[in-house]
């Protein structure tokens, strides 16, 4: 291995051995509590994984919308309305609705950031408020449907040759996400458009479809991450995607993609959710209580960043 | 001041001045449809449920100013209203130390934020995001259920009108004093925070520090260039931040006597008050705008909530259209946008 890490890998080898550590120091305490190391088994870390692709695969859209130096905070609310309205809906259809809303989401998002120009931090707060608000709106007064599909309920618990389906769902949309980003122009044009818009506009770059692509592709992930919990919890509910927001941002700052755009590879967002994956695994197998695994969340955050989340001097 | 003058002014502070026409409005109009409007139990009661929110958002604007964002203004709020539960009551002196240990609390935090920040080199919105969930974790380990013990006469004093101060800790008389007899309707809240705001927001904003933190939002290289404490500034700026958020977790404590240490609540506090800061007319590039716009941010938004008690309009309808109110206020940024000469104008 070379002693001199590029400024883009280092992020993602640090990441990769905390979480050797974390795996290290979960069997350790197994081990010497109860003499068992579940930590290690293949089937455990299946499992870990398999309830790990939600925020997987909401990580793998907010990596994109990041990438471009912008936020999508309507992860949550795109989520649920996905899943909620598709089990109303119901039968074959389910799955189409929900990537139906999950595309007209991306495009309110990526119309009002790119053209109307209007803070993504900002706008796609409220497009989370007025889902939430059409999704207690639609429930309101009477109760649809909200049981899973067995489509959905394959999709999230089923095995295939062993493997949750989840897991493959998950893989299927990293590989196209890494697809985008490293083999097509418009991936390039995201990096570009990160980086500087105004460089990348005079280059010829249309950035404003290319924001628009962003945005769509993120609530796509969203709606997809709605379809595989729902059927994972049986039926889509409200408030199902809260949980996932915050975890997904981090993910992807862990993995070494930088806040402000521009830079930061696939690899290191996958690295970034496994890691909070086990974190919170590991917490819960040592049943520490939610104060204990908020401070230490954060904790971990602040001192990985520290290591090499770092900016540049402000000199000039 | 003269009209060109004035003119001038208003088009500097656009977003402020339709901030502050939107809000004159709402008010007149809410308390004319009010059947007991323009009174001051109802005004006693807005200025209750403003205070909270208006603080947090004085706080976000600091780090909005930087062109940062702080991801953990509700955190520490919440933090400080556990820590108020604990320690607002017994003798006055007591009262007085666990006054000054909630604010301590909040403006250390803040500074822990604020040296993250400059000495740790790292995004402000990332770091205030993990920072956020250890406030929360605190206030978690202080309060793992609501509840609290807050001083009785306290808290009535401090929620009602300036009369209802002076008759319970019996002083201008209780209250029928000549001199205090114009401002005895008055809701202590809404002093509460004009005078916060008067003898902190207002001198910082002409301090040297207060003009840095405005030069590092518009250009910080040129600031640093220009010879300005830039790091302090950037400390004091969160310092201030964490202040700010305390004074808000230590009302809310004294207004509903508990403390509650409630993720979804942090973060809707969070939300909401960088929704207000945008509403108030600051840029969320940073640079321009400032705390008393934030204020007005945060009424603005109150008063919409108010709407739902005096309209006839079915609560499930509430939330859809208080978000398309937000996102509809928010648009109103289009403007910029739509009068751009240049394209390039856009990409800043």
Known sequence: MQLSLSAENKPIVISSLFVVAI????TAYTLWTAGTAPLLSVGYLLQQLQTGSFLGICAAGMMMVILLGHIDLSIPWTLTAAAMTATAVGGDMALPTALAVGLAVGLVNGIGVAYLRIP?????????????GLMVAQTGGFAPQDTATPLMLFLAKDRILGIPVAILVWAAVSLVIVTILTRTGFGRSIYATGSREGAAYLSGIRTRRVIVGAFVISSLCASIAGVLLTGYS?????????????????????????????KGRYVGTLIGVILIVLLNSVLSIMQMPEAGRQIIYGT???????????NQRVTS | MTTASLGRWLSRNMGFSAALLLLAILFLTYNSLHPRGFSSAVAIQNANETVAIAFVAMAQTLPVLLGGLDLSVGA????TNCVASEVLHGSPLQIVFGVGLTLLTGTLFGFMNGCIVVYGRIQPIIATLATGAVAIGLALLIRPKPGGNVDDDLSWALTNSVWDLADTYGFAEGGEAWWIRPFADIPVPFLIVVIVATLVWV?????VIGRTVYAIGSAEGAAYMSGLPIQRAKIVAFTLGGF?????GLYLAIQTSSGNADIQQAGAYTLNSIAAVVLGGT????????????????MILRVISFYFRILDIDPLLQPLIEGLVLLTAVSFGVFRTLRVRNQLDLFR
């Open chain 1, 234 to 262: 049986a039926k889509a509910y409200q408030g199902m995607g809260n949980a996932f927001l915050l975890p997904a941002i981090a993910a992807v700052v862990l993995g070494g993609t930088h806040i402000l755009g521009g």
């Open chain 1, 300 to 310: 971990v955050i602040v001192s990985m960043l520290l290591v090499y989340g770092r």
């Open chain 2, 203 to 207: 001198p910082f904003r002409r301090s």
């Open chain 2, 76 to 79: 520490v709020m919440t933090l």
């Open chain 2, 283 to 298: 840029s969320l590039l940073g640079g321009t705008g400032g705390a008393i716009g934030s204020l007005v941010g945060a």
């Open chain 1, 120 to 132: 993504s931090m900002i706008f796609t707060l409220g497009v989370d408020t007025v889902l939430r």
């Open chain 1, 23 to 26: 795996l290290i120091a979960g």
């Open chain 2, 244 to 248: 700010l958020a305390s004074c808000g």
